[in-house]
């Protein structure tokens, strides 16, 4: 760790681009999905969460975990999802005291609806504007970072994902 107290020249240059990606990508990807789909990109990576979990359900407090949210944050989410019959709270089986979210077949009817639009947003945005070793670059280096933030890969997109074959 540097003792200076200010940003090297190089630092800077590396910086204040990637706050800039970290406040306009976010933005871009919630106006797509909620003009096309009226959800935001937190609903929508919270509902891939349900989809993908075995049962398509999963505690709630797993699923904060897994989706960097606050419980008061996800409660939230998940009422206003629940409200649009999207999700169901249950009592968890296993935990008499826990509560599931589940993703419902609405929910499941909507996520597909909103995947096409939003792989088409990632791929102009983020995707299309890298070669292949760029994408690799952007690989490496957001796993060595996210291996700081998150070091015991609570958060589902911290996990590495094994690689398969481009078709």
Known sequence: MTSSRFYTPDELDTWIPLAALLELLPRELDAQLLRDVDLTHFDYFALSMLANAVGHRLQMKELASMTNATMPRLSHVVSRLERRGLVARERNN???????????????????????????????????????????????????????????GRMAASRPRPRVADA
């Open 94 to 152: 296993a935990d008499g005291r826990g509560v599931d979210a589940v993703i419902t077949p609405e929910g499941r009817r909507a996520l597909l609806q909103a995947t096409p639009g939003h792989v088409a947003q990632v791929r102009s945005l983020v995707l299309d504007a890298l070669d292949a070793g760029q994408r690799a670059q952007l690989r490496e280096i957001t796993a060595a970072v996210l291996a700081r933030l998150d070091p015991d």
